[in-house]
């Protein structure tokens, strides 16, 4: 059920019976020494692409850049700016809109990129447009976190964790031969945020944000994964139940 | 401490001290049958003017439209795009970094605003911008949501809610004499967000979300500005104690 | 008839006898030790207001902030860039013709908003839109200038001007207790226009355009106050006279 | 002394002398059946090409497309929006600028481009760039409109008026060869502004706007345009007396 | 040398021997009934990846969405707005620059893609952004051409082409069980370009542009795959032997 | 046939039997110490009046100014950014679809121009706009690049040329007058492109692009632009045979 693979009469097809897409979306950025510059938009997608599976819906193209200014102190880091992130969102659902879709969900493995992609659903919503639009973060999912308490507890953290990594080291065991194996302190700092790219690596010098990296394995990443998807489709069976009122 | 009312001169002498503004943000939008246009506003208002006069910081002159695109099927709601939302908001702090001020709180009144104002916050980070931005949604804050549940229970809503009409009541209850007292059923559709302003109307004709508007009291909006007022500030120092670490 | 006070059924029954409404804007600037950073918004407001009052016309909320790149060099003023400033107009006259408003006069306190407010009005006839659209700025009213003369003559200059700080002084007495009573002197620099902030502040160093800000008294402010509320009724029936052909 | 027939040796010795350049704009809008689409343009080339001859300032390329928004409903109008207008003389000043030029005057045919073009103004002078900058509209400067008064009094109106299609028809007689001669009636309809193309076309159908377009001579287009050389170079000759403060 | 799978640590280590980078990009398009909707970024990715492991080059995370305006009469596909598309590859590219990378390659699947891209390198310089920017069209290398032509002849056509679709047959075989196999007429309409997306499927009812797409074979796949890898290592070679001037 | 010449009622007769207009675009730039600022649109405007009288279609006002970013560091270049320019071009094609022209043919007189005045065309056919949208760059057309090789060999170089130069001293002798007349060497750098306006001086310091400007002579700029306007016409009648498809 990739949308890449499908032709186009597959995918009038698929319309005549469904009209939900996910779209995978992370980030082009730091993840500490320890972590993949991918880690973001690789664990999205392998949610979505899960899920996909499971409940037989089209999972779209994953669009690996996101809104990452606070990384950009680190070599690697592509950013979008919020504005054209903004612009970029709202020309992938209008697309998906045009064709019939109308609950489109983006599966997201990035913080930085839910502000902007929440406005993108204003701006749509404001130029009339109809339709379901929602983004799930996996990683804010009760149950998850919940889950990732249990394995690492206050080590976790909010960039670089454990969780992340460990979902990556299981998907792309090879990439992580010649990642550092040293722990390190974890510094707790009083700030505030947002964060411009100066003042996040100032207080966070090695890319991680009160996360102990080192923590992670693929047992954990194979459990952490299968938790994200499980909890994805229970909160996908949710918005189905809402229906489309307005048509 | 209105910025309307110092010079500049005034207001140098203040940044020599302090680096603390706040900026009350509010919409021009449809609150049922039972509220005022300007509810959003005005409470917001009300809380910063309260606050700034308790801890002695600057207030700047309110900024009463905001987002409120999807209550624009409603006569007399003024709504700006969310990207001509960002640019304001952008331009606003901008203006007043410019002079020294380093923490720059927006006191909210409306849900609308929160995406648009926190995209804002990231954009001005993308352009390297420094400081503290924040914005403080009263109704949001856990000890006002607490009494006003004590209040109304579930009868408060999501629009038009008896709390934030029982505040503008308390202010302004000479604008309360032609409003109706009648009560209405309080439908709760299973509904999505956001909405367009066909979407809306059709989901709530009356323009209130699952409120019992009719029940708000000048004696109830008392006592929750009271509460909004003191937990702001429990916010704010909060912010304070995190200082600004690029400096 | 403030539309902040308003609820949308009371909006729908005023839009049945008259389509017209009143929009408040000012600025956030410095005008000078003398004056107050609101006196923009603050005289405009008075002004709207008690026009809407005698001739019955709604008042929308005050828009305070505007164009003032020019002040950007003392402290406290906050400016908008004209492009933002004409999209934020453009989207509040576009609200308000979705509800059928035809009449949409802005009652300007700030020469700096003249050009882009203009320019917003070319932007929506662009874009098709119809209905008559005007800014008044009440202090270039030629009957206001004549009394603001033979109060001041030539000492009235062009910015923080014995007129505005008069009725500011009338409005909001508490807030010029602190205010300088010194006189300066007053330069008449042969200047191009517009200005950078830098340029201003070379030019212009305490802020003063070639005016004698200390002459203004309580009892001048209220005197300017009704001629300038006088003749915008003027105005206004004039513009009311025109119709609008398009329907 | 016209920038195109000039290399860059030549423009960096004339920079070593003056620091002046006249930009003529003008629009592509309809001038009646009486009057040539390019009547904006070919008027503020004559005068800026003549003055820049007298005075020996050098002369830009004209830019001939401008804001007629209202004069899109007669065919072989091109119209810029208000908004590309800005960044598009934005850009001519900037470019300039960084040459070293400091006086940067557009001689204007067209009534549409004025607003626009000082709000270019403003927005250049918001990104804090130095220098002159002004328009002179040859059509509204007094002494041209008091000897337009003299040959047409209340039969100049304000479109395709005789004068500016005397100067065109001075310039290129051939044009007109195959231009109406007939008389028709004038209106003096109470109308607003600005009006949009289905508003104007509806007001005034055949293009004119309260003018006697047959009443344009080629010996007027000789003397009016005489005089909108000399009242500009007078112009000219002030706003050189001003000097730029800031360097 | 995937940047995805490489921490910040490694890239900044690369840095300090190579400066360059390849960014695959594509489109998610209909590709006709016989090919498959992401066709043009996974024939790039497949092409830049196959580079990058050769020649030891860091190649960027794939941008699979493009500008396709032109097919979103066939379902599935997705387009950004021209302007749009350059703000994203301007974004990109100063990210990319900011690191110190210096030779920035798209290597490109997608003919719709040109003209933006370039126009953001123009719009980077414009900027004074430095650097070496180019975009290789894998399907437009002459020796690629050539192969092709020795393959298919003149039923190669222009989209959905036999050539395009053999790879992607080659990258994913089992994508391709449900595709059909019968042939159509080839038609050669005397168009003009570009269409929009009605003109579009006018012309070309079901997808296609002059193409015999069922001519793909997997084993063409892999010979146009490896042509396309050598000749744009070629590419390459001779952009490196340009250096940058400007350091 | 100029559009400048006519009236809206000419127009209109002519949209009656042909709907094609052609538009001259150039730049303002610099053209080495030899040639002149306004070469390009000089010789644009000259080919397409040319063309507009043989084959009787209307000529649209030229507009001189272009995307010349890399020349800005050499006085009198003035340049629009690529983006603007987008819009500009956008605008002008949008204005003439109005009133019925379907076949819009810019003729070029600038490399420069090409890529945003392409993407124009995308961004228009983005928003479903219909017609032909063409451009054609004289100096790139195959005959007209033959007869160049003929008179020149390898001196003709990339900008600057002698071929360019010689219509403009064809067509304007006396500008040359006192332009230098001495040769200089002729580099021919290992460049890479798009370069800065830093980059390019540092490349090319005199302004030429490995052409020697010197050997313009006015009786080769005859037969240049002979040929250019022989090849632009069958150019234009190629276009002619492919109709609108979309009516």
Redesign the interface.
Known sequence: M???????????AY?QEKDIILIPIGS?E?????????TD??TAEAVAREVGKRIEVVV??????G?S??H?A???????????Y???IK??VS??L???FRKIIFINGHG?NI??V??A???L??E???G???IISWFLLKEVQDLVYDLFGDKEGHHATPSEISITKYL?PE?FK???KLEKDIEK????W??????FK??YPD?RMESASWLAKEKYGKIILEEAVRTTIEEIKK?L??G???E
């Not at 680190?74 to 054209?84: D, E, K, Q």
């Open positions: 990739l949308l890449e693979n499908m032709s186009y009469v597959e995918v009038q319309l082009v730091q993840h500490s020494p320890y972590g993949l510059i991918g938009f690789i779209a193209p994953t669009l690996p850049y809104m200014q606070h950009m680190f070599s690697g880091t592509a950013t979008l700016s919020p504005i054209t903004i612009n970029l020309e992938i697309s998906f045009e064709h019939g930085g502000n902007p929440k406005t659903f204003d701006q919503k404001y009339n447009k109809e379901i639009y929602a792309r990439a010649i990642k550092p700092p009083n700030t505030y947002p964060l411009n790219r100066y003042e100032n207080i890319g918005i139940e809402k489309v009122n307005n």
